[in-house]
Every structure is written in C-alpha cells, then in structure tokens.
C-alpha cells in the first residue's frame, strides 16, 4: 500500500492572522499541481488565523489543508480558555495535532488526555496527528523505542482499527526540535517501523499499512528529503523552517523526483 506522503507546517505561537493570510498566499503561488499530487500539506496557524486562512484557502481553491495545533476533548461546554472540535471541524480543520512535546512539557498533557483528544477529533470527523517522542536522558538510557511505543499505544486505547488506519503519527525526539540536531534517517525510520510494527500487533495490518507516520524535529530543506527516505516514513512535521513561505516552498519541492 503506498502512502502519500503529509508535510504538515505546525507554527505554534507564530504568525498573527494578518502575517498568516500573506504567507498561504505566497506559498500557493510558489507549489505547482505536481507538488500536491505528490504531497499533502497542512497548516497549522494559531487558533486566532484559523478563519483567515480557511478563508483563504476556500475563496482561491488552494490544496492546502488546514490544521490545528491543539483541541479540547468536549465537545462544549464551561471550560473558559479552550476550543472545542466542533468548533474546528465547523471551520473545516482537517488535521489537529495533539500531545505535541510542548504541550505535555509546558500544559500538563498526559497520555490519558491525549487518548482523550484523539478520540474526540475522530468522534468531529477529523485526523489526529499524535505526536511522540522521547528526551535526550531517556534517549541515552536506551529505553527511547519502548517509551514511545508506550505512548502511541496509550494513545490509541480504544479507537476502532479503521480509524487507526487514516490517522497520522509523528516521531518528533525532544531533543531535536527547534535544536538543529535531526535524527539520522536511520534512526528515523527504525522508530518509524517501530511504530507501525506496534500499530500492526494491536490494530492489524490494514491499520499499519495505512497509518502516516511523519518526522519532525529540525527538519528543513536541505534534510528533508533524506529524512523522509525510509520506506516507513511518510511526511514530516515542521516547525522553524515553515515560518517562512519560500523556505517551506522549498521545503516541499524537495520532494519532487529526480
Ligand atoms: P522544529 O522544526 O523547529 O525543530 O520543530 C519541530 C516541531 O516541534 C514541529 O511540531
């Protein structure tokens, strides 16, 4: 089964709704239709440029799909401060990523209520991209691969097999984001393996074969097309280098052949 491959630009707290309009403009204008048959993009704005964008995105028909940087898991509800997945799925978000490292570093996210959250943008009808990955000190203790199958696993705790086979996962090492430090491609895709061996053992094959998994971490144009080499890698989250529309153009035009 061949997986198209999902470059997904995550801004976290970047880009008022202003700079956000003027960068999908240039971007749509520098990616040609042979860049989206071959690739998905999504972007991922600050709650506050979500309108902006679809906005944008709708009126000049450009296919780029828009994401989400994080969710509440209610639907609605009194809890002052959140966005809900309706109100996501209701502006036609597509992707939302959930458990980023930040998120669970800085917010108190935990595996419990990223299962949570996975769930919840199913149940709205749109793709989590669960996000995993270890430190440096549990890198260095050699428990990495067994800890971030833990959390993939965690996550995915009751979500029904054809689910599991359209979602997305991206290994994002702690300590290679926003570090300049990448992974190896190796070390890329042996966890990427790693991760659908373990989505295969406890979803079924259908699921592994069709689940995404991206790399993130310091990831830029020059890299990128060496880091999504392994054949179990298939797209990556970007954060630094998609700040900038004719760096992330670039970016995504490595990945045209030849
Ligand atoms: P950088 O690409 O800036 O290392 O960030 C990666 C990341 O965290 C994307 O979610």
Not at 35 to 47: G, I, K, M, N, Q
Not at 74 to 98: C, D, H, R, W
Not at 170 to 199: F, H, S
Not at 208 to 237: E, F, K, T, W
Request: proline fraction near 4%.
């Amino acid at each position: 089964m061949s997986r198209k491959p999902l470059v997904s630009g995550n801004w976290k707290m970047h880009h008022t709704h202003l700079d956000a309009i003027a960068f999908v403009q240039k971007l749509a204008f520098s990616l040609d239709a042979e860049d989206h048959r071959r690739t998905d993009v999504s972007l991922h704005p600050a709650f506050t440029a979500l309108r902006s964008v679809q906005t944008v995105l709708d009126a000049d028909r450009i296919p780029v799909a828009l994401g989400a940087q994080d969710v509440h898991w209610e639907q609605k509800g009194a809890f002052t401060g959140e966005i809900s997945p309706l109100m996501l799925a209701k502006l036609n978000v597509s992707y939302v990523i959930v458990g980023h490292s930040e998120r669970r570093q800085y917010f108190g996210e935990t595996d419990e209520t990223v299962s949570k959250k996975v769930r919840a943008v199913l149940a709205a009808g749109m793709t989590p991209i669960i996000c995993v990955g270890e430190n440096e000190e549990q890198r260095e203790a050699g428990g990495a691969e067994d800890l971030v199958v833990g959390q993939l696993e965690a996550a995915l705790r009751s979500v029904a097999p054809e689910a599991v086979a359209s979602l997305v996962v991206a290994y994002e090492p702690i300590w290679a984001i926003g570090t300049g430090r990448t992974a190896t491609p190796d070390d890329a895709q042996a966890m990427a393996a790693a991760l659908r061996a373990a989505v295969v053992a406890d979803h079924g094959s259908e699921a592994g074969a069709g689940v995404r998994i991206q790399y993130g971490g310091s990831v830029n144009p020059d890299n990128v097309a060496d880091m999504l080499g392994g054949p179990d890698v298939d797209g990556a989250l970007v954060g630094g280098a998609s700040l900038d529309a004719e760096v992330f153009a670039r970016l995504i035009t490595q990945l045209r052949p030849g």
